[in-house]
């Protein structure tokens, strides 16, 4: 298994369906295994199929605490959201948290923006999926990511390269996302903090590679 580098507050961003919360289980969890305190804040107030929140029975095994909203699944103000985010940094725990897809879902971003560009140790990291259908091309993709910076008002650190098919994903598909990423690199002027693919898949030539497991499944998939 190959472990990526993390800090101490990790914001995942990205588009519907690219993998941000697939990615944020699996980072929650390795950072777990060292050893450290981690908490999970799940601001996906957009998605109800797919949510860190599904997973609090897993987090609970593994001493990992987490925030959602009260109404989760369902539309609320965003001021009503009761997180303590500025103690939460302070008592020195791991923060990974697990955004909504595209512009819309990054508003919930802007009430937390001042203390979270206020904490160094910090990644804002942007998933990117060459297979989804919206963002097959790197250009909309870099240009989703700007939408996504101005909605929730922080600015990204990092590319995660998440291009799978799901279950069906082998090593060629994700080497033929290598070139679209390092485009999405360059277009951004970020670095590829990540290159995601389950045991097994990962190309030789992968920048920054993240061995990951598949906890998130199709509705139609049994977990």
Do not use: Q
Not at 1 to 24: D, E, P
Not at 129 to 140: C, F, H, I, Q, S
Not at 174 to 183: G, N
Not at 184 to 196: D, E, I, Q
């Amino acid at each position: 298994m190959i472990r990526m580098r993390y800090k101490k507050l990790t914001v995942v961003t990205g588009h519907y369906g690219a993998g941000k919360t697939n990615f944020s289980v699996n980072l929650a969890l390795d950072i777990a295994k060292d050893g450290h305190k981690c908490t999970v804040i799940d601001l996906d107030i957009v998605n109800p199929y797919f949510r860190t929140a599904d997973f609090e029975k897993l987090f609970g095994e593994n001493g990992i605490d987490i925030f959602a909203p009260v109404y989760a699944n369902s539309n609320f103000d965003i001021p009503s959201l009761n997180i303590p985010l500025e103690s939460l940094l302070k008592s020195g725990r791991y923060i990974v948290i697990d955004v909504g897809g595209d512009d819309e879902g990054a508003k919930a971003l802007g009430r937390f923006a001042p203390i979270i560009n206020g904490f160094d140790d910090r990644d804002i990291l942007y998933v990117i999926n060459k297979y989804r259908y919206l963002t097959k091309e790197a250009a909309d993709t870099a240009a989703l990511m700007r939408e996504i910076e101005e909605s929730g008002s922080v600015r990204c650190t990092g590319i995660v390269n998440n291009s799978t098919l799901g279950a069906e994903t082998a090593a060629a598909a994700v080497a033929d996302s290598l070139e679209f990423a390092e485009e999405v690199s360059k277009l951004t002027g970020l670095p590829v903090t990540a290159t995601c693919a389950i045991e097994g898949a990962m190309p030789e030539n992968a920048p920054a590679p993240y061995t990951v497991k598949r906890y998130v499944r199709n509705i139609w998939e049994e977990r």
